[in-house]
């Protein structure tokens, strides 16, 4: 079993910037992909970025590429989603999701993840 943990939500004006981190228990962290979801109210989740665990390459919704950083540390268990120039439409609970994918094509899709953690708010004001 694989329990994960966010932290590092919060308020913050547009433009501004808020890294979230997601501490993963177990010790196979480092052979599972990681991703980050969001869900703002009424919406659908959804994929806002992915990290794999073979080589480290990164996937990311056309939403946030260039604004937001995914990358993770093996030794510490955790996963980072470093977030600049952010948006109000960034505004969401932000999920961090953990599961033994292989092929590419599927880190996308919340499907794809076995793990998920309670999400940590982010609210971005105008």
């Known amino acids: 079993q694989v329990q994960l943990v966010e932290s590092g939500g919060g308020l913050v004006q547009a433009g501004g910037s808020l890294r979230l981190s997601c501490a993963a228990s177990?010790?196979?962290?480092?052979?599972?992909?990681m991703g980050w979801f969001r869900q703002a109210p009424g919406k659908e989740r959804e994929f806002v970025a992915a990290?794999?665990?073979?080589?480290?390459?990164?996937y990311y919704a056309d939403s946030v590429k260039g604004r937001f950083t995914i990358s993770r540390d093996n030794a510490k268990n955790t996963l980072y989603l470093q977030m600049n120039s952010l948006k109000p439409e960034d505004t969401a609970v932000y999920y961090c999701?953990?599961?033994?994918?292989?092929?590419?094509?599927?880190?996308?899709?919340?499907?794809?993840?076995?793990?998920w953690g309670q999400g940590t708010q982010v609210t971005v004001s105008s």
């Open positions: 999701a953990a599961g033994r994918i292989s092929y590419s094509g599927s880190y996308y899709y919340t499907g794809a993840y076995d793990y």
């Open positions: 177990g010790r196979t962290f480092s052979r599972l992909a």
């Open positions: 990290i794999s665990w073979s080589d480290g390459r990164t």
